[in-house]
């Protein structure tokens, strides 16, 4: 069977699909935690436009990116994937590490928040590349789906750092 070949083919490697897919999500989760966490804590020029967006951003990176990930990992693996794979992505370390209560303008807010589409973009860029992935449509699919929401937010995001930067003039 088809899928199953795919499986065992995959199974544990580095670079495998499906590490490839825990990192994605592990990026997810860390990102979506960030946008979720810092509207409460931004200074400066537009606070409130950049804190509604965060927050928008925080539900598509938690309740649709990381969802459908986490779904397709499911699907593709029979054995549960190790949540503790989660803690040790380098994604997370900036993110779960950021301190409650720590005050964000939101030019560092807006910087850190380009930083982390920039690495979601270049992974989900890569994954796209990788044989194994054309291979199935459905996770490839998905991937793109995700990328596109990525490069939108990225250029929303670009769009406020310019805003900002030309009032400051
Ligand atoms: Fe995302
Ligand atoms: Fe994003």
């Known amino acids: 069977m088809e899928l199953k070949k795919y499986k065992d083919s995959v199974n544990g490697e580095p670079g495998s699909v499906k590490n490839l897919l825990l ?3 592990a990026q997810e989760v860390a990102t979506a935690y960030f946008y979720w966490l810092v509207p409460n ?5 537009e606070r409130k436009s950049i804190g509604d967006t965060f927050l928008k ?16 990992l499911e699907q593709l693996y029979t054995e549960p994937f190790p949540v503790d794979t989660l803690t040790k992505v380098d994604a997370l370390k900036g993110f779960t ?3 409650l209560q720590t005050q964000f303008s939101t030019l560092t807010a807006l910087h850190h928040a380009i930083e982390a ?25 998905m991937v793109r789906h995700i990328l596109g929401d990525e490069y939108e937010h990225l250029t929303e995001l670009k769009n406020f750092l310019e ?3 030309s009032t400051q003039d």
Not at 41 to 45: D, I, M, R, S
Request: aromatic letters at 10%.
């Open 23 to 25: 990192v994605a999500l």
């Open 41 to 45: 804590f931004l200074a400066g020029n």
């Open 57 to 72: 951003y925080a539900d598509d990176e938690f309740n649709d990116h990381a969802t459908k990930i986490k779904e397709r």
């Open 97 to 99: 590490q950021t301190p």
């Open 117 to 141: 589409e920039e690495v979601s973009i270049a992974h989900y860029e890569k994954c796209l590349q990788m044989e194994e992935f054309k291979n199935d449509p459905v996770t490839f699919a």
């Open 163 to 165: 805003d900002i930067n």
